[in-house]
Antibody, heavy 119, light 108 residues
Framework: EVQLVQSGAEVKKPGESLKISCKAS????????IGWVRQMPGKGLEWMGI????????RYSPSFQGQVTISADKSTSTAYLQWSSLKASDTAMYFC????????????WGQGIPVTVSS | EIVMTQSPATLSVSPGERATLSCRAS??????LAWYQQKPGQAPRLLIY???TRATGIPARFSGSGSGTEFTLTISSLQSEDFAIYYC??????????FGGGTKVEIK
């Protein structure tokens, strides 16, 4: 069974750094793109970026390029999303999600990580 | 960037009735369109890909149609568990993958 298990809720201050994780199991981690989707409070879904763990090919949405870094650790089958300096506007729910056999669509999703950035 | 526009923003439907949701792309995406359902406090769930193919385990009351720039998601007979927010997403040209703003299906 494919599972994506995300790390727990985070509360941070503006300017702090953060790295959240998404641990995959039930499939060969290196064979599928895995991405991140933001959902701000009461708002819709925004695609942030995606990584192909086999060769670490990473693509970003222009809206998030330079704002976040996506990485993956093949040894632990874990994808990461990190910020070097958080802003209050980063407050949101963050989902990881994996492409299905039909590349381009997110067939499997993590449970989401709520991130709150407040002074 | 391909912009996805969904209408209406909110759809009020009685249980057992049909719901028709629309999604428009700013340029052709061919058949490369997916639909997702999201319930409060949950992650989205893939319903439809390739504009009209139901994902694994999705009931037959959900159907998708369209190609190019105009797409429709139809729920033939709304069940209580279908009241949720629905998003379309194009994957014809990326990055970026882009989602529509969503349609909330609420109980009339």
């Amino acid at each position: 069974e494919v599972q994506l298990v995300q790390s727990g809720a985070e509360v941070k201050k503006p300017g702090e750094s953060l790295k959240i994780s998404c641990k995959a199991s039930g499939y060969t981690f290196t064979n599928y793109w895995i991405g991140w989707v933001r959902q701000m409070p009461g708002k819709g879904l925004e695609w942030m970026g995606i990584i192909f763990p086999r060769d670490t090919d990473t693509r970003y949405s222009p809206s998030f390029q330079g704002q976040v870094t996506i990485s993956a650790d093949k040894s632990t089958s874990t994808a990461y999303l990190q910020w070097s300096s958080l802003k209050a506007s980063d407050t949101a729910m963050y989902f990881c999600a994996r492409f299905g056999e039909n590349a381009g669509t997110f067939e499997y999703w993590g449970q989401g990580i709520p991130v709150t950035v407040s002074s | 960037e391909i912009v996805m526009t969904q209408s209406p923003a909110t759809l009020s439907v009685s249980p057992g009735e049909r719901a028709t949701l629309s999604c428009r792309a700013s340029q052709s995406v061919g058949p490369n369109l997916a639909w997702y359902q999201q319930k409060p406090g949950q992650a989205p769930r893939l319903l439809i890909y390739g504009a009209s193919t139901r994902a694994t385990g999705i009931p037959a009351r959900f159907s998708g149609s369209g190609s190019g720039t105009e797409f429709t998601l139809t729920i033939s007979s709304l069940q209580s568990e279908d009241f949720a927010i629905y998003y379309c997403q194009q994957y014809n040209m990326w990055p970026p993958l882009t989602f529509g703003g969503g349609t909330k299906v609420e109980i009339k």
